[in-house]
């Protein structure tokens, strides 16, 4: 993965997401899913702006089963906003980097 997005597999999802004490955005997508692709540039954006603030995370859910699953990963792009191991905020379908940025920004 180009850039600050960390790719997740299932072997490495618990260490990343569950041991870190920033908020960790992660990003369940698949390389067929058109809103994918489209959220893609935003994410890495984000990435970009909350360097040492965040972790930026992408998932992808055809390599990775367990974790979908785990999660209940039913509909994608869906993003999740981890803070202490706990699910903060979960957002299903395109969303807007104002509304990610602002629940980054509450857990800061």
Same mark, same amino acid.
């Given at each position: 993965?180009?850039?600050?997005v960390?790719?997740?597999?299932?072997?490495?999802?618990d260490?990343?997401?569950?041991?870190?004490?920033?908020?960790?955005l992660v990003?369940?997508?698949?390389?067929?899913?058109?809103?994918?692709?489209?959220m893609a540039?935003?994410?890495?954006?984000?990435?970009? +702006?909350?360097?040492?603030?965040? &972790?930026?995370? #992408?998932? $992808?859910?055809?390599? %990775?089963? *367990?974790s979908?699953?785990e999660?209940?990963?039913?509909?994608?792009?869906t993003?999740?906003l981890?803070?202490?191991?706990q699910? +903060?905020?979960?957002?299903?379908? &395109?969303t807007? #980097?104002k $509304?990610i940025?602002? %629940?980054? *920004?509450?857990?800061?």
């Amino acid at each position: 993965m180009a850039g600050n997005v960390i790719e997740l597999t299932d072997e490495t999802f618990d260490d990343i997401v569950f041991n870190s004490d920033m908020p960790v955005l992660v990003d369940f997508w698949a390389p067929w899913c058109g809103p994918c692709k489209m959220m893609a540039p935003v994410i890495e954006e984000i990435a970009n +702006e909350y360097l040492d603030k965040a &972790v930026i995370c #992408k998932l $992808n859910t055809d390599d %990775a089963r *367990d974790s979908a699953m785990e999660f209940g990963i039913s509909g994608i792009p869906t993003l999740i906003l981890f803070k202490n191991g706990q699910i +903060e905020k979960k957002w299903v379908g &395109v969303t807007s #980097k104002k $509304n990610i940025s602002e %629940a980054i *920004d509450e857990l800061l």
